[in-house]
């Protein structure tokens, strides 16, 4: 089992739409946890953190649930230029990495 | 400093052969780290280091790979005696860290494509 899990997808939505991701990790050791987005054939970019009480940025809303460990990103009103893969990271404190899922998929279609 | 800058960006190397990447992290970033990247993936740990210090190496590298930093500023990732495996985006980021926690999130380079043919 991966120690950081996401559905791969793809989610295909129409724009407007609104849609969520949802991520599990393993580590109970983990501290921070962060969400990226990667365009194809690009660097991962950091999109946000996550905190316990939760956080807004725009249109993206992140939540963790460290009792579940369980993380989750939705995004709110699609956009075109939402299209990406959208990572869901994990960070050990007691480790000086961050372990990344596998992506979740996004494509947002007129 | 405009970010994390990776060099080269695309390397075609026979089997067999050592190739070197090289990766110049933000300057006030005191970590730097390097990880791996194939098609479907997440990218995947290598190796990490606090300023020059390699504090960790993860237990999928083999001997053929060797990091450094010398002096705590750039870093330099080799692959000796490259094989067919081994072709992914080998990617670079930093970040600025207290203690252990860190503040925001890691800044990723463009990475470094390698073929092995």
């Known amino acids: 089992r991966k120690e950081v899990e996401q559905d791969p997808g793809p989610f295909n939505v129409p724009e407007g739409a609104t849609v969520a991701f949802n991520c599990t990790y393993s580590?109970?050791?983990?501290?921070?946890f962060f969400w990226y987005r990667q365009d194809c054939r690009k660097e991962p970019k950091l999109l946000m953190s996550?905190?316990?009480s939760g956080n807004e940025d725009g249109r993206f809303t992140a939540q963790l649930n460290r009792a579940s460990q369980y993380i989750s990103l939705l995004i709110r009103d699609s956009k075109l230029s939402d299209s990406a893969t959208y990572l869901c990271?994990?960070?050990?404190?007691?480790?000086?990495?961050?372990?990344f899922g596998d992506g979740t998929t996004l494509t947002v279609k007129p | 400093d405009t970010g994390v800058s990776q060099d080269p960006r695309h390397k075609i190397t026979k089997r067999g052969q050592n190739v070197t990447f090289r990766c110049d992290p933000i300057s006030e970033h005191n970590r730097l780290y390097w990880y791996r990247q194939t098609l479907g993936q997440g990218p995947e740990f290598l190796t990490y280091f606090q300023n020059e210090a390699q504090l960790e190496k993860s237990r999928l590298l083999s001997d053929r790979f060797s990091a450094e930093r010398p002096k705590g500023s750039f870093s330099t990732l080799e692959i000796q005696r490259t094989e067919q495996g081994d072709s992914a985006m080998y990617l670079c980021a930093s970040s600025f860290n207290v203690g252990s926690r860190q503040l925001y999130g890691y800044t990723f380079g463009s990475g470094t494509r390698l073929t092995v043919v």
């Open positions: 990271v994990s960070a050990n404190t007691n480790a000086g990495k961050s372990t």
């Open positions: 580590n109970s050791a983990s501290q921070s």
């Open positions: 996550v905190y316990s």
